[in-house]
């Protein structure tokens, strides 16, 4: 129930039902908390762009095969954008930059178009439109070393909510790539030495970088062992010297910034797909589309069931009422599609100001609770990002 595909919008191209949309508004609502909190300013940039932006970007040379074909609008040639980056510089080119402002960091979950066979298209995992968390950090080659170190600290903090544990690959440089030996052997150099400084493991993919420079690539690990794309950061020399960027140094003349690209959960289709595999569908409480299903006992407490829900919802609650069918019958189903909680009301409940509470996963033991305790208990996992509960 949380997304769905139809042939009349085309093959690889998403619609997010509305509770799909809601874990995908929770994830988008923690990143932008935890990025904000980290110096990030959000920025928008627009689906569809003049194609001479992906000449001077080196896309149109290097990744052609996997854009969209252009399309002719008043003698100029105009094509689904495939990354955010190019519209990112064009924001920091939209003012003279001082080195008193540096780092500059954008962020953006921005939708990206590319294409792909449909014989390997699959699901939300494969997709010809995804939206993608892309930021692009801009700043002085001695800044390089701490804002990567920043970028690991997000990576940790955000993979260490969803629960998922990871192991890092280093990729250098690939056959076809822009800029010369001596910047991929320097970028490359400043990532080894952040890794090495914490401590870190990490293996090599020789020639696995991005056509404009190396990458950590981060590899999550689901619950039961498989590897899922995750964060990607990476350190480019290249587009800076491409779209001749600059900023103002201590001495008035202009220089070269350095430009760190990166994502955290990549492309959103792909992590809900994977989130759905880990979690077996069971989602932590805030993330879950409904976080609460109240049973009333019969229809003569369904008034007191919906009383309920809308104090629920004033607390920031997802609940909904079942009250058709047995009671016996709407258990199953709640234990069914794996919504967290259960609060059953009846005559002793509604007296007594409590709701009898099954917890997913607990079986047949429900407990007692104070409704307003009920209600502070589910705020504060929802609050903490709590991954059971």
């Known amino acids: 129930d949380l997304f769905t595909v139809d042939s009349r919008v085309g093959s690889g ?32 940039t627009p689906h569809v762009v003049n194609e001479r932006l992906f000449e001077i970007s080196g896309h149109l ?37 001082s080195y008193r402002e540096l780092p500059i960091r954008y962020a953006e979950f921005g939708t990206v178009y590319r294409w792909e066979r449909s014989g390997v298209l699959h699901g939300m995992l494969r997709v010809r439109g995804f939206t993608q968390d892309d930021a692009h950090v801009f700043c002085t080659e001695d800044q390089v070393p701490g804002e990567i170190e920043a970028l690991l600290d997000l990576v940790e903090e955000m993979m260490t909510t969803f629960g998922y544990p990871y192991s890092i690959e280093l990729a250098t ?30 293996g090599v993919d020789d020639g696995g970088g991005a056509f404009y420079g190396p990458k950590l690539d981060f590899k999550l690990i689901d619950a039961i062992g498989r590897e ?25 003349e202009g220089h070269r910034p350095v430009m760190l690209h990166r994502v955290l ?5 792909r992590f809900v797909g994977g989130l759905i595999e880990h979690y077996a569908g069971a989602f932590p409480v805030w993330l879950a589309p409904e976080q609460v299903r109240i049973l009333p006992i019969s229809e003569q ?21 079942a009250d058709r069918d047995t009671l016996g019958y709407r258990i199953r189903e709640a234990e069914m599609r794996k919504i967290p909680y259960m609060a059953v009301l009846g005559e002793r409940e509604v007296e007594a100001g409590t709701v009898a509470v099954r917890r997913r996963g607990a079986g047949r033991k429900q407990e007692i609770l104070p409704r307003e305790s009920f209600v502070g208990q589910v705020q504060e996992e929802i609050r903490t990002r709590a991954l059971s509960t």
Not at 174 to 199: C, N, Y
């Open 301 to 321: 407490f369904s008034e007191a069931a919906r009383a309920f829900r809308e104090e629920l919802a004033a607390a920031g609650v997802r609940a909904t009422v």
């Open 265 to 269: 959960i990549g492309s959103m289709e």
């Open 173 to 202: 440089r690939p056959e076809k790539a822009l800029g010369s030996e001596e910047q991929w052997s320097r970028a490359i150099g400043q990532l080894e030495d952040v890794l090495t400084s914490r401590g870190l493991e990490y």
């Open 13 to 44: 191209l998403i619609l997010w039902q509305p509770a799909g949309s809601i874990v995908r508004e929770e994830i988008e609502r923690f990143e932008k908390e935890l990025i904000l909190r980290h110096g990030y300013e959000i920025v928008h």
């Open 61 to 97: 040379e290097n990744f052609q095969e996997n854009m969209f074909g252009a399309m002719e609008v008043e003698g100029a040639r105009y094509r689904p954008k495939p990354m955010n980056c190019p519209g990112h510089i064009c924001i920091y080119q939209a003012a003279q930059r």
């Open 228 to 252: 899922w794309q995750g964060p990607t950061v990476q350190l480019d020399f290249n587009l800076p010297e491409r779209f001749e960027i600059e900023y103002v140094g201590e001495d008035n």
